[in-house]
Structures are given as C-alpha cells and as structure tokens.
C-alpha cells in the first residue's frame, strides 16, 4: 500500500475558500475512487492569515507547505487589507512560498476549450483551438531583485527603486523546464524579453539560445521582444505552443494569454521548484484568477480552475496522468451540456453557482467512471 499523499490546502481570501470547498470534493472523490489517498491539512494565508495570526503566512505554514508532497493554493488579497503596508500584505503569503519553496517556474496554461469558444473577446477563428503553455520564472527578477526600496534624495524628492536581474544560472533552470514542456507538446520556445533596452534580457537571450544549442537542438527556440509578443498573443495567439519569460513579463503576458480565453475563472496554474535529493519536487498549484472580491461570498463563482489546478497536481506531482484527464474531461463535459457560472454564460445556457458547478463535475466523473 503506497504511503498517502500529502497535500496542503490554503484557500486564501475572497472566491478562495469558496473554490476551494468544491475542489475538495474533488479531491474526496479521487480518494474514494482511485488507488490513491490524501491526507489533507487546511491552514490560513493572505487576509485570512493576517486576521487569524497577524501576518500573511506564519513559518509554520512554510514549514507545513514544505513538508507536504503538493500545495493547493486558492487566492489572496481583497480591499480589507489594501492599507497594510508592503510587508504586511496579503500577497506576501503567495511571495513567500515560491521563495522558500524556491518554486521557480510558474507554468500558465492558456486553452480554448470547444464549448468556450464563444466566451472569448476575440473572434473565435483567432482563438478555436488555442493551447498554449506561459513559463515564467517565480523567484528572481524585479520582483526580488535588490537594491530594491524607497529612499530619500537630497532635494527632498523620494526614489522608489526596483532592480531587475538575474544570473545564468536562474535562465538556465527555468528554461530547461520550458524546452522539456515543448518537447512534450508542438516543440516550439519562443523565448520573451526586451534584449533591446536591458542588459538582463541582452543575457536571457544569449542564455537561451546556448542552452538550446547543446542540450535541446531538437526544439525550434525562437526570441521575441516583450512588447511585441503581447501585440502578437492578440493578433494570432496560436502561432505559439511554449513561451519562457521573466517574473514581471510573465505576470503581465499570462494575464493577458488568460483573457484570451475568456475566462480567468478556468485556468489552472503551476509553479514548480527543484528536485531534492529523493527526487522530490515542491510544488505549488493555484487557479490564475485571483481572489475577485467582487464577487465573494455570492456563491457564484467558477470553481473550475481551482478543480483543474487539482487536476495539474495529479499530473505534476504524482504522475497521475489518468485521473487528471478525468478531471478535465468531467470539466469540458459539464460545459459542453450548458451549464455555466456567470463568468462564463452564454446565451441558450442555464446559469448555475459554486456549489453546483461542484456537483456537475463530481456526478460526470461518476459517470465517466461507470
Ligand atoms: C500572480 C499575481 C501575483 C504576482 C501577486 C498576487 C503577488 O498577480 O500570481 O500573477 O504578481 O505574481
Ligand atoms: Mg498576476
């Protein structure tokens, strides 16, 4: 009998815990059903944390984040806490476990599912069939980097300072991952920075190419300007399969990729660290959508992204390849019968909430398994 799974549930602040609960149907049912078992610990980070404990994430969440096999993260933030000041803020909770978990590849899928199709800004011959996979490195750059600070200047004036940098070291480990992931999928990189204004990006590209040139010959690596990739994800998002970029690009170009969807409320996320010793990978798993205050506590969000991260668990984590393909399925089924959550209703579909988008997905993936 394998030893169970442990898995570390933080369901955040605003539609967290909301998704949260429903995944965790999910994730009873995958125990019930197949030969696998988790034992599951719930603890507090961002708003909920500061409001239990005082700060947004406690060592003891670090410590219990780094001692379970995968993180399941919901969401931070909300207006309650918008007057902390920086150190105090809900998003150091996400901050500080891709830094202690040193999870340095955050992979940011953006798919068009069929019955989706319609849900999307952009006319559906530009996004039919869209399956492309956003690496952005997690733990370095401007949002690291040091000097970093607001100073005084001798005219009275206050400097703020962030600093972008990173070593070879840090391109090479994030863009081996994305070689990997394209040699899995279409094997194309396209590799994102500004080599024309930053001595940072002058070296991600130069890293790149070495790095494909002897250890990836086989994936056709190309090289984009920032700029110009967020132009071309809207004018033909499909010419891409993988992107690999920095920390700041990748937090802009994978929000904009999302909305190309049509809906950050089903799109998954990972960001995984290195493999220790046992082989090993700390790895955390959230839904891109933010905790959307807005709409907390209405029972109306769309748990799907929440219960497709789980599904990107399986699969990362423990190679459950079966099971997250039923997940996914069961999620496109239920979509494809026209029920839908607000953020992605439609017109001839019947609206319907949380807690019963939860019940849709659980009683297909009973129907899958019969
Ligand atoms: C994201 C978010 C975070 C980021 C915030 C909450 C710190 O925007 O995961 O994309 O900027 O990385
Ligand atoms: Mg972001």
């Not at 056709?220 to 690999?244: E, G, K, T, W």
């Not at 996320?269 to 709409?295: F, M």
């Amino acid at each position: 009998m394998p030893a169970n799974k442990r898995l570390l549930l933080l369901p955040g602040d605003g539609i967290g815990p909301e998704v949260m609960t429903e995944v965790r149907r999910v994730i009873d049912w995958v125990g019930r059903n197949r030969a696998v078992s988790f034992d599951i610990t719930e603890d507090f980070v961002g708003g909920a944390a500061i409001d239990a404990v005082g700060k947004p994430i406690t060592d003891e969440t670090v410590a219990r984040a780094k001692a379970a096999d995968a993180v399941l993260f919901g969401a931070v933030g909300g207006p309650k806490w918008d007057k902390l000041g920086f150190a105090q803020r809900p998003e150091i909770g996400i901050l500080t476990l891709r830094r202690e978990l040193g999870l340095f590849a955050n992979l940011r899928p953006a798919l068009v599912l069929d019955p989706l199709v319609e849900a999307s800004t952009l006319k559906p011959e530009v996004v039919r069939g869209l399956d492309l996979m956003i690496v952005r490195e997690a733990t370095g750059g401007i949002y690291f980097g040091e000097p970093r600070g607001v100073d005084m200047l001798p005219d009275g004036q206050k400097r703020g300072i962030n600093t972008e940098v990173y070593t070879t070291g840090e391109i090479e480990r994030v863009g081996r991952i994305a070689f990997e992931l394209a040699g899995k999928r279409a094997g194309r990189l396209c590799s994102v920075e500004k080599a024309n204004v930053m001595e940072s990006g002058l070296l991600w590209r130069e890293t790149m190419t070495a790095l494909g040139a002897r250890e990836f010959p086989g994936i056709a690596l190309s090289h984009m300007y920032a700029d110009n990739c967020a132009m071309q994800l809207v004018r033909n998002p499909r010419q891409f399969d993988v992107i690999v970029t920095s920390n700041l690009f990748g937090d802009l170009l994978s929000d904009l990729a999302s909305m190309l969807t049509g809906s950050l409320g089903m799109l998954p996320s990972a960001t995984l660290g290195a493999p220790d010793a046992r082989g090993k990978r700390p790895a955390l798993y959230e839904p891109i959508h933010g905790s959307a205050p807005d709409i907390a506590g209405k029972g109306i969000a769309n748990p799907m992204a929440e219960i497709l991260s789980f599904a990107m668990l399986l699969r990362w984590s423990f190679t459950l390849e079966d099971e997250a393909a039923m997940i996914e399925r069961a999620c496109t089924n239920v979509l494809a019968t026209g029920l839908r959550t607000p953020d992605v209703m439609a017109p001839g579909c019947t609206k319907i909430g949380t807690t019963d988008m939860g019940t849709e997905v659980v009683k297909e993936l009973d129907r899958l398994a019969a």
